[in-house]
């Protein structure tokens, strides 16, 4: 069974910075495509980041320049590291992974979710 653990959520002052990680655990055979997501009070889940396997990423506009996305393949890990973060950042935080459970089998996998909170 693969299990995606957030951590690094908190609260923090408009302004501030916050690194979010995600770890990839269980049996599988590697990680693919892993993203980001964020989902605020009464909003639909949108995509914030992406990282192929070889490291091109992808950002939604509203976070280009203040977020960076990063991997390690070697730990199964994904982090997001956030500057500037505004009010408007406030939301959960979801990991997205495609992993592939064996060379032909892929199927993708959420955390649980990790809250962040800015304050004006």
């Known amino acids: 069974q693969v299990q995606l653990m957030e951590s690094g959520g908190g609260l923090v002052q408009a302004g501030g910075s916050l690194r979010l990680s995600c770890a990839a655990s269980?049996?599988?055979?590697?990680?693919?495509?892993m993203a980001w997501y964020r989902q605020a009070p009464g909003k639909q889940r949108e995509l914030v980041a992406s990282?192929?396997?070889?490291?091109?990423?992808t950002y939604a506009d509203f976070v280009k320049g203040r977020f960076t996305i990063s991997r390690d393949n070697a730990k199964s890990m994904v982090y997001l590291q956030m500057n500037s973060l505004k009010v408007e950042d406030t939301a959960v935080y979801y990991c997205k992974a495609d992993i592939s459970v064996t060379p032909g089998i892929r199927r993708s996998y959420w955390g649980q979710g990790t809250q962040v909170t800015v304050s004006s």
């Open positions: 269980g049996n599988f055979f590697s990680s693919n495509g």
């Open positions: 990282i192929s396997r070889i490291s091109t990423t």
